[in-house]
């Protein structure tokens, strides 16, 4: 029963973390097109880039959350080593795009 409901709280927080995904890509696409419509403000597509590079941020730390709840499902040392390899991946991922919108601003 216990198992269940981590299992589909996981589910649900890996969607949310897709949808983040898709939706700050469309988002991005959007702005950029707008900016090349209305090339009056030469920043925008910088502003853009800094938009879905915080977006993907968040979507990553809701990956990152849910990995971190599956290491309570993986019974073998073959998954936990699997799952930390992800984790820390999404880690510097999330890291080094947080560390460009702090030089950016």
């Known amino acids: 029963m216990m198992e269940t409901v981590l299992e589909l709280t996981i589910l649900a927080i890996e969607f949310v973390g897709a949808s983040f995904i898709v939706i700050s890509v469309a988002l991005g696409l959007i ?42 499902l993986t019974p073998t040392l073959e998954d936990m080593a699997l799952l930390g390899s992800i984790i820390a991946i999404r880690t510097v991922l999330s890291l080094s795009i947080a560390y460009e919108l702090r030089g950016c601003r």
């Open 31 to 72: 702005e950029i097109v707008r900016s090349a419509i209305r090339p009056s403000n030469q920043a925008a597509p910088s502003v853009a880039r800094l938009n879905l590079a915080q977006r993907l941020v968040l979507a990553l730390e809701f990956l990152i959350a849910a990995d971190i709840l599956k290491t309570i």
